[in-house]
């Protein structure tokens, strides 16, 4: 009896031992891929950051594709790194939700207007029909329930070729007082759907549908885990109908979510043009240990009135603020010598300089890390890798500026907003000749590419369809076509992927054109 107790509490021991140094062995994977995620952040912040200097640069169609490849690439690295990041802070148990007064309809308009232009380059419907009577002010975690909506969404937008997009959210109350209510929200498509067998499945990490090649629609496998755990933890459940070939719907139930009394935060600045600001001279100080990131910003920032200046450790930077009072303050975090936390310090401990704005620049998404940020006395703060918008939204919280109107730079025309182009005026009498070509030839001719697939098929495609616009004066039809030209011959599969895609609203908009002149003839 004695021994088997013995035994018992031996093995009792070693499970937590055993416990103890998985969970450590967690702690350290996490702690691990943070930093290794901060460490190649670091370098896509130059890679992507130049990429976007030189495309102002470059005007050769084939050089333009190739930084294009770059910088989607680029792109897609980064979002594979966060992902990840977001994924093994979720398993280590470092993600925390943090409840705050949200407003639904604020978050739900918000997303409709950034997938707007997708939605629209590839001609689908977008349906929204949220209750009116949800309350407008809900205690959700407000940046994790935009990256449920914002997975949620992209998919739906991605898998559907026609038909429509719908967003539906409605409220179940559960207790007489009303004081709390059962979310639900409901993102449906139109789009390829799931095969029974894959449904359970593609909430994995890492899993896609069977049947699936990833180089067709790209992506990881990994939103949908991440999406499912999020949701997990705001106390929901999120589940999946769907048919193959007739589409999708992806529900979120968020249980006992309180309405709150405090109105959400409504955003000012959502409507930001960082084309239209023009900063007043004054100094900034740049203070990074690596020359690249320095240059980046500089670069960013070469045609305004700002003069920079730079250092490239805490103790210079603090050595010029004192000399060269700048105006605005840009602080990389981890430094040799002394860092960005201790020359910030240092700085809103000298009275003469106390009042110098100090932006800390991080690459890090670590809890930690953004803890002490929000402990330390920074005044505002830029994750990098850097873009031009976010920085200049940041640096007009600090710095005079006016707006200019000029049209060039005012006008707030996206490139696909430019691309969508007209027919001529003297080629309005050939219109029908222009519509019966288009529904005749190229629009089977289109659907057949899009179903083979084929990199010859679809360089010959890209050929015609340049000729046809040509011959017609319509600059969009050649743009397309030179796009998918220069596309198939660097095999670039997910932008031929892309842009073929827009071809229905390009045949749409001369159709259009059509409609309008008969009218105004009646
Ligand atoms: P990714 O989109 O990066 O592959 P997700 O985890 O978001 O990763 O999705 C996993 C898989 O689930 C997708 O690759 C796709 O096969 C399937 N899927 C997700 N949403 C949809 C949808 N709306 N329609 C069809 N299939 C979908």
Redesign the pocket.
């Known amino acids: 009896m004695l021994n088997r107790v013995v035994e018992l509490q031996k093995a009792n021991e070693e499970l937590i031992r055993a416990k103890e140094a998985a969970e450590s062995a967690n702690r350290a994977k996490s702690a691990f891929l943070a930093t290794m995620s901060h460490e190649i952040r670091t370098p896509m912040n130059a890679v992507l950051g130049f990429a976007d200097l030189l495309h102002s640069l470059v005007t050769d169609p084939k050089q333009r594709g190739y930084l294009e490849s770059i910088r989607s690439s680029g792109k897609n690295l980064l979002t594979l790194i966060n992902d990840i990041l977001d994924l093994s802070k979720i398993e280590a148990g470092k993600m925390e939700i943090q409840y705050e007064p949200v407003n639904l309809y604020a978050i739900i308009n918000e997303i409709k207007h950034i997938f707007s232009l997708r939605i629209a380059e590839k001609g689908l419907d977008f349906r929204v029909e949220i209750a009116k009577d949800i309350p407008q002010s809900l205690l959700l975690d407000e940046v994790r329930l935009r990256q449920i909506l914002f997975?949620l969404f992209g998919?739906?937008v991605?898998?559907?070729h026609e038909g429509y997009i719908g967003l539906c959210a409605k409220k179940i109350y559960q207790h007489e007082d009303r004081s709390s209510l059962d979310l639900v929200i409901a993102v449906e498509?139109t789009?390829?759907?799931?095969s029974p067998d894959?449904t359970e499945k593609?909430f994995e990490a890492f899993?896609?549908?069977d049947s699936?090649t990833t180089r067709k629609?790209?992506?990881?496998?990994?939103?949908?885990?991440i999406?499912k755990r999020l949701v997990e933890m705001m106390r929901g459940k999120i589940s999946v109908k769907?048919e193959v070939g007739k589409g999708?719907t992806?529900e979120i139930v968020l249980h006992d979510v309180s309405v709150s009394a405090t109105p959400a935060r409504v955003k000012a600045e959502e409507n930001f043009d960082d084309e239209k600001i023009l900063f007043q001279p004054c100094t900034a100080l740049i203070v990074d240990d690596i020359e690249t990131n320095r240059n980046l910003v500089k670069e960013f920032i070469r045609d305004t009135n700002i003069r920079v200046i730079e250092a490239e450790n805490g103790e210079k930077a603090l050595a010029l603020a004192r000399e060269f009072k700048p105006d605005v303050i840009l602080m990389d975090i981890r430094m040799p010598g002394m860092d960005g936390y201790e020359a910030t310090k240092q700085i809103k401990q000298d009275k003469e300089i106390a009042h110098i704005p100090v932006v800390a620049l991080t690459a890090s998404g670590m809890k930690e890390d953004k803890e002490k940020i929000a402990r330390t006395k920074f005044d505002g703060f830029l994750i990098k890798p850097v873009n031009r918008s976010d920085l200049f939204k940041e640096l007009s919280r600090f710095l005079p500026y006016s707006e200019s109107t000029s049209p060039e730079k005012a006008s707030g025309t996206s490139e696909a907003q430019k691309q969508i182009g007209e027919v001529p005026a003297e080629m309005m009498d050939k219109l029908p000749e222009i519509i019966e070509k288009l529904e005749k030839e190229f629009t089977p001719w289109w659907k057949s590419v899009r179903e083979n697939n084929s990199i010859a098929d679809i360089q010959n495609f890209g050929d015609k369809i340049k000729a046809f616009g040509e011959q017609y004066g319509i600059v969009n039809f050649q743009k397309f076509g030179d796009n998918l030209i220069l596309q198939a011959k660097m095999f670039d599969i997910e932008n031929i992927g892309a842009t073929l895609e827009s071809y229905p609203k390009l045949a749409e908009k001369v159709r259009l054109r059509q409609a309008q002149s008969n009218r105004s003839e009646k």
């Open positions: 997975n998919n739906a991605k898998f559907t498509d789009g390829i759907g799931i894959s593609i899993k896609q549908q699936q629609f790209g992506g990881t496998g990994l939103g949908l885990a999406t769907s999708s992806f």
